[in-house]
Structures are given as C-alpha cells and as structure tokens.
C-alpha cells in the first residue's frame, strides 16, 4: 500500500482540525441560553401560572430563543478570499 506524499498528509491535517463552529456561532449560542435561562427566570419569579409574563411574554422569548440557537447552530459565514 502506498503512502501519501508529506505535503496531502499536512493539508488533510490541517483541514482536520478546524473547528466546526466560529467563535461568533458560540456567542450567538450563549445569548440564546441567556435568554432561555431569562425568560423562565421571569416565570420563576412571577409565581403565577395565569400571569402575563407567563401567558404572552416568555412563550414568545423562548421560541424565538430556541430558534436562534438552531440558527447559530446552522449558520456558516461567508469565507474571505485573500489573494
């Protein structure tokens, strides 16, 4: 069996060990569980199952919460051509 020549061995090293997600996809991830963590904090604190932070403002908060935790999740930026 023939090995691959040093060169392809470092170029698929390399493309090994890139990271999955960029920093700015962590950080929109982060927001998002703060948000999470927020909202239900806020139910927490209202102690009301019929309350209107309860009823209409954290529904709201945690879907779009978690639908931005699956957009940082998904979201692949724009690769910068140096040349």
Do not use: C
Not at 26 to 31: P, T
Not at 54 to 61: D, E, G, K, R
Not at 70 to 80: D, G, K, N, S, V
């Amino acid at each position: 069996m023939k090995s691959l020549p040093k060169k392809q061995q470092v170029k698929t090293a390399e493309k090994a060990a890139e990271m999955p997600l960029g920093a700015v996809n962590y950080i929109m991830i982060a927001l998002g569980a703060l948000v999470i963590a927020g909202s239900y904090g806020i139910m927490f604190l209202e102690k009301e199952v019929d309350g209107f932070f309860a009823l209409f403002v954290t529904p709201i908060s945690l879907v779009a919460a978690y639908g931005w935790i699956i957009f940082a999740i998904l979201h692949r930026p724009a690769q910068r051509n140096n040349s």
